[in-house]
């Protein structure tokens, strides 16, 4: 049995195989991928040399691929123009911010939503909640990814390595007091968008004297609900590169 045969039983039943077969050349290419060679495109797609090569030729009549003279292909304008095409019809902060208030309504403080830029962390929106005494994260600010709540759940679903980040992976949330800020506590779960790559963290924050341990702990499903939905809002039914603390909480 050749690859393609073998990977038949991957394409989606009733669908066109060969239009599945180009989604996914498409899709092999990762944030920061400027090119890839026939046979990383091929190993990425799960299909064999000579397919790959006969669909990226297609796809490159319609300017989504564009071949190397030195061999290899990369993303072309028309990939380029869909993708903007569908931010431009989709926008995440509408989605975003009506999550942040429900968060706040639930728990009574202060939601925010991180995302991550190269190795700092930043907020893109907030939602004060109605405590006369709360916590501020300010919009734009780039703070570290590693220390507080938001940017270690960002780690985490990047894949960073070690005990700390594994556990976080595990039960899809995390908690700090007074990590990055004295006197501030935090909760946070991942988010997920398009193809269920990392989009950024969702937390509540508030002071540490209100916000004990216990207490965060018992926002915890609450947290992670939220970011569960707001991920599939985002990202669309499950599929097999859905990670496996979006679908169910770990106490």
Same mark, same amino acid.
């Given at each position: 049995m050749n690859k393609d045969s073998q990977t038949r039983t991957m394409d989606s039943p009733g669908g066109v195989i060969a239009v599945t077969r180009a989604l996914r050349i498409l899709e092999a290419f990762d944030m920061g991928d400027t090119w890839l060679s026939l046979a990383e495109l091929s190993r990425r797609a799960g299909l064999?040399?000579?397919?790959?090569?006969?669909?990226?030729?297609?796809?490159? /009549?319609?300017? %989504?691929?564009?071949?190397? +003279? =030195?061999?290899?292909?990369? /993303?072309?304008?028309?990939? &380029?123009?869909?993708?903007?095409? %569908?931010?431009?019809?989709?926008?995440?902060?509408?989605?975003? +911010?009506?999550? #942040?208030?429900? #968060?706040?309504?639930?728990? &009574? =403080?202060?939601?925010?939503? %991180?995302?991550? +830029?190269? +190795?700092?962390?930043m907020c893109i929106m907030r939602v004060e909640g109605p405590q006369p005494i709360r916590h501020h994260p300010r919009m734009g600010a780039l703070l570290p990814l590693d220390k507080g709540s938001p940017g270690r759940v960002i780690l985490a679903f990047s894949g960073k390595s070690g005990k700390l980040y594994e556990t976080i992976r595990q039960r899809g949330y995390h908690l700090s007091i007074g990590e990055r800020e004295k006197g501030v506590a935090t909760i946070s779960a991942p988010v997920f968008s398009l193809n269920w790559k990392l989009l950024g963290s969702v937390c509540i924050s508030g002071p540490a004297e209100r916000l004990p341990k216990k207490r965060l702990e018992g926002y915890a499903k609450i947290v992670v609900q939220a970011a569960n939905q707001l991920s599939y809002a985002l990202a669309g039914a499950a599929t097999a590169n859905t990670p496996r603390t979006v679908s169910t909480w770990h106490p």
């Open positions: 064999n040399k000579s397919t790959t090569l006969r669909l990226a030729r297609t796809l490159a /009549l319609s300017g %989504y691929l564009v071949p190397k +003279e =030195e061999g290899g292909w990369r /993303l072309g304008p028309s990939a &380029g123009w869909l993708g903007a095409r %569908y931010q431009a019809g989709f926008d995440v902060h509408n989605v975003v +911010e009506p999550m #942040l208030l429900d #968060l706040s309504q639930k728990t &009574g =403080e202060s939601t925010a939503f %991180y995302v991550r +830029e190269g +190795e700092m962390r």
